[in-house]
């Protein structure tokens, strides 16, 4: 008798020897709190209506004369001169047939000149034999006809000298275009105080960036300048169509990393109905969507940020208050399902789950779970149903 109760004694003391021991893990609580889904992207923030000078006339642009940063006044600040521009240069060709036409030009104004004179001399001798003839009819020598005749004559001799006179300007004014087509580079001189045309600010904001800082020709409508209220901002954002499709209007975000302290309000204005595509760094091709944030914190909270910096915006796809949910790093894999390992009684229990919406660290539990429950967070290949647990 005494022989078998040691025999089970040792029995029982090899079974506990070699019992495997609990495996450490650790746990984690399912819990009901507030939850948020959301997509975050990074993107550029961009004044929200920028204002383009351009050129009003073709000339050279003068050196700008304000600087990106500086301070404008809408219909005050003086952004952009411009003078006329220089003649251009005349080949062999096109100096010679200028050349041509203002002697072609000074030759009928001297022809001009010799029918000017002719019409001179054609009015004095009319007015001459229009004398004679008055004094005559007044002693009824000649009749009343040959002295209308006379008045005729010095009327149309008149009107041809004022057509010569016409003649005469005429040409002249051909001489001097002709003279002008040979002007070259320099020929022009513009008075020291003196300006063509003066363009002044659209809009009170600061310069974003110029075109070019140097004077320069310019042609009609050429873009100077580009003009911004940096107070009043917005984010772009290129978001995966896939995402863009869960976004609405209207929709929270905050935007992140943006250089400064702390977080910027901002709201989802618009998403533009139409995507783009676009080729990723690993050169795979997306579909992506523009997305526009309202800036909704102050500028007081976003010293020095401008337009086209880099940030980051996280838009809210949906959020709650409460709901269940349990760490993302405790859930597996069973077949098709969701499952995790519950602890209890000191064992780890496998419990199938069914989930609803989740984030990078959590998920929400639809069903299988409840609030207090403790799960095992990141189960190992040792871990089975009924394995005994404990904490680290």
Same mark, same amino acid.
Do not use: K
């Given at each position: 008798?005494?022989?078998?109760?040691?025999?089970a004694?040792?029995?029982?003391?090899?079974?506990?020897?070699?019992?495997?021991?609990?495996?450490?893990v650790?746990?984690?609580?399912?819990?009901?709190?507030?939850?948020?889904?959301?997509?975050?992207?990074?993107?550029?923030?961009?004044?929200?209506?920028?204002?383009l000078?351009? +050129?009003?006339? &073709?000339?050279?642009?003068? #050196?700008a004369? *304000?600087?990106?940063?500086? /301070? %404008?006044?809408?219909?005050?600040? @003086?952004?952009?001169?411009?003078?006329?521009?220089?003649?251009?240069?005349?080949?062999?060709?096109?100096?010679?047939? +200028?050349?041509? &036409?203002?002697?072609?030009? #000074?030759?009928? *104004?001297a022809?001009?000149e /010799? %029918?000017?004179?002719?019409?001179? @001399?054609?009015?004095?001798?009319?007015?001459?034999?229009?004398?004679?003839?008055?004094?005559?009819a007044?002693r009824?020598?000649?009749?009343?006809?040959?002295?209308e005749?006379?008045?005729?004559?010095?009327?149309? /001799?008149?009107a041809?000298?004022?057509?010569?006179?016409?003649?005469?300007?005429?040409?002249?004014?051909?001489?001097a275009?002709?003279?002008?087509?040979l002007?070259?580079?320099?020929?022009?001189e513009?008075?020291?105080?003196?300006?063509?045309?003066?363009?002044r600010?659209?809009?009170?904001?600061?310069v974003?960036?110029?075109?070019?800082?140097?004077?320069r020709?310019?042609?009609p409508?050429?873009?100077?300048?580009?003009?911004?209220?940096?107070?009043?901002?917005?984010?772009?954002?290129?978001?995966?169509?896939?995402d863009?499709?869960r976004?609405?209007?209207?929709?929270?975000?905050?935007?992140?990393?943006?250089?400064g302290?702390?977080?910027?309000?901002?709201?989802?204005?618009?998403i533009?109905?139409?995507?783009?595509?676009?080729?990723?760094?690993?050169?795979?091709?997306?579909?992506?969507?523009?997305v526009?944030?309202?800036?909704?914190?102050p500028?007081?909270?976003?010293?020095?940020?401008?337009?086209?910096?880099?940030?980051?915006?996280r838009?809210v796809i949906?959020?709650?208050?409460?709901?269940?949910?349990?760490p993302i790093?405790?859930?597996?894999?069973?077949?098709?399902?969701?499952?995790?390992?519950?602890?209890?009684?000191?064992?780890?229990?496998?419990?199938?789950?069914?989930?609803?919406?989740?984030?990078?660290?959590?998920?929400?539990?639809?069903a299988?779970?409840?609030?207090?429950?403790r799960?095992?967070a990141?189960p190992?290949?040792?871990?089975?149903d009924t394995?005994?647990?404990?904490?680290?």
């Amino acid at each position: 008798m005494g022989g078998v109760g040691g025999g089970a004694l040792a029995l029982a003391g090899l079974t506990w020897a070699f019992w495997p021991d609990p495996v450490a893990v650790d746990l984690a609580e399912v819990v009901v709190a507030p939850m948020q889904v959301t997509v975050t992207a990074e993107g550029v923030s961009r004044v929200r209506e920028p204002y383009l000078v351009t +050129a009003p006339i &073709g000339g050279v642009a003068e #050196r700008a004369p *304000v600087a990106v940063g500086d /301070a %404008v006044t809408r219909n005050e600040t @003086v952004v952009a001169r411009i003078q006329p521009a220089d003649p251009q240069l005349l080949d062999v060709r096109a100096r010679a047939e +200028a050349e041509a &036409g203002t002697r072609e030009a #000074r030759a009928a *104004v001297a022809m001009a000149e /010799a %029918v000017l004179a002719r019409a001179d @001399v054609d009015l004095r001798h009319a007015a001459a034999a229009l004398a004679r003839n008055r004094a005559l009819a007044a002693r009824g020598i000649i009749p009343q006809r040959m002295l209308e005749d006379s008045e005729q004559g010095v009327e149309a /001799a008149r009107a041809g000298l004022e057509a010569a006179q016409s003649e005469l300007l005429m040409r002249g004014a051909m001489l001097a275009r002709a003279e002008a087509a040979l002007l070259g580079p320099g020929a022009l001189e513009i008075a020291p105080n003196g300006c063509c045309a003066e363009v002044r600010a659209p809009h009170s904001g600061t310069v974003l960036w110029l075109e070019g800082e140097s004077a320069r020709l310019v042609a009609p409508g050429e873009v100077l300048m580009g003009i911004g209220d940096l107070s009043d901002m917005e984010v772009e954002v290129d978001l995966l169509s896939t995402d863009a499709v869960r976004l609405a209007p209207g929709a929270a975000a905050v935007i992140e990393r943006w250089g400064g302290e702390g977080l910027l309000e901002a709201r989802v204005r618009r998403i533009d109905p139409r995507g783009f595509t676009r080729v990723s760094a690993l050169g795979i091709e997306e579909q992506r969507v523009r997305v526009l944030l309202d800036l909704l914190s102050p500028p007081e909270a976003r010293p020095r940020l401008g337009d086209a910096f880099r940030v980051f915006a996280r838009m809210v796809i949906w959020e709650t208050e409460a709901t269940l949910q349990v760490p993302i790093g405790a859930l597996i894999r069973q077949g098709g399902d969701w499952a995790v390992f519950r602890l209890r009684d000191g064992r780890a229990e496998l419990v199938r789950v069914e989930l609803g919406r989740r984030t990078q660290d959590s998920a929400q539990v639809l069903a299988g779970l409840q609030a207090g429950d403790r799960v095992v967070a990141f189960p190992g290949d040792r871990i089975r149903d009924t394995t005994r647990v404990v904490a680290r």
